[in-house]
């Protein structure tokens, strides 16, 4: 079974903190994606990467900064959070074959709280 | 690009009656359709998805959708839920190599 796991289920932090979340997948995807979960939204895609040190922006790129020096690693930055950025953060990652439709497999989420 | 619209975003029902999640995207050439569900507190998992051939996919708790293409939808149906089947279901479309998540319906069902 795919597994993407996240670092971090909970956590709180103060406005102005920078912050990291971390993201890990053991079946080789090249694609890793980060999302953010709000009520009434539902999905919004925040970056992605294609490969090992690419990555490109999503549809709400702004406050948030990503980075991808391992294959298996994607991180998600949020440079001097806000309290706009509380969420939920779900990352995922998808293997590049067309014959998977672009699957792609979730982590567990890790709900930010920004005070 | 691609989009998708799930109408309801809540859906109560008592356990053991048939349920329907729609689900309309808008139209393309080709498409592969997904449907996700969250239980509480946790990620999303893929429930079935539709890449080619048969217009009627099932998932191994029941649930099944089927692809029509004149009417652009990827209706979720179960004819009989149980109260586990409680949670969030999302649909999704490919868009080049990405997906395109709907806003989600939540199903609640009641004892």
């Known amino acids: 079974d795919v597994k993407v796991t996240q670092s971090s289920r909970y956590l709180v932090k103060r406005t102005g903190e920078k912050v990291f979340l971390e993201c890990v997948q053991d079946?080789?995807?090249?694609?890793m994606f980060w999302y953010r979960q709000d009520p009434g939204l539902g999905l919004r895609l925040i970056y992605f990467?294609?490969?090992?040190?690419?990555?490109e922006k999503g549809d709400i790129p702004e406050g948030y900064s990503v980075s991808r020096e391992k294959k298996e690693r994607f991180s998600l930055i949020l440079e001097s959070a806000s309290t706009n950025q509380t969420s939920m953060y779900l990352c995922?990652?998808?293997?590049?074959?067309?014959?998977?439709?672009?699957?792609?497999?979730f982590g567990e989420g890790s709900w930010l709280t920004v005070v | 690009a691609q989009s998708v619209t799930q109408l309801d975003s809540q859906v109560p029902v008592f356990e053991e009656a048939p349920v329907e999640l729609r689900c309309n995207y808008s139209?393309?050439?080709?498409?592969?359709l997904f449907w996700y569900v969250q239980y509480p507190n946790q990620g999303l998992q893929l429930l079935l998805k539709?890449?080619?051939?048969?217009?009627l996919v099932e998932s191994i708790n029941g649930f099944e959708a089927e692809f029509n293409k004149s009417q652009t939808s990827f209706h979720l149906r179960k004819p009989s839920v149980h109260i586990s089947d409680t949670a969030e279901y999302f649909c999704?479309?490919?868009?080049?190599?990405?997906?395109?998540f709907g806003t989600g319906t939540r199903l609640q069902v009641f004892p």
């Open positions: 995922a990652s998808s293997p590049s074959d067309r014959d998977s439709g672009n699957t792609i497999y």
């Open positions: 079946m080789d995807h090249e694609n």
């Open positions: 990467s294609y490969d090992v040190k690419m990555k």
């Open positions: 139209s393309s050439v080709s498409v592969y």
């Open positions: 539709y890449l080619s051939g048969s217009t």
């Open positions: 999704a479309v490919s868009d080049t190599d990405k997906l395109i």
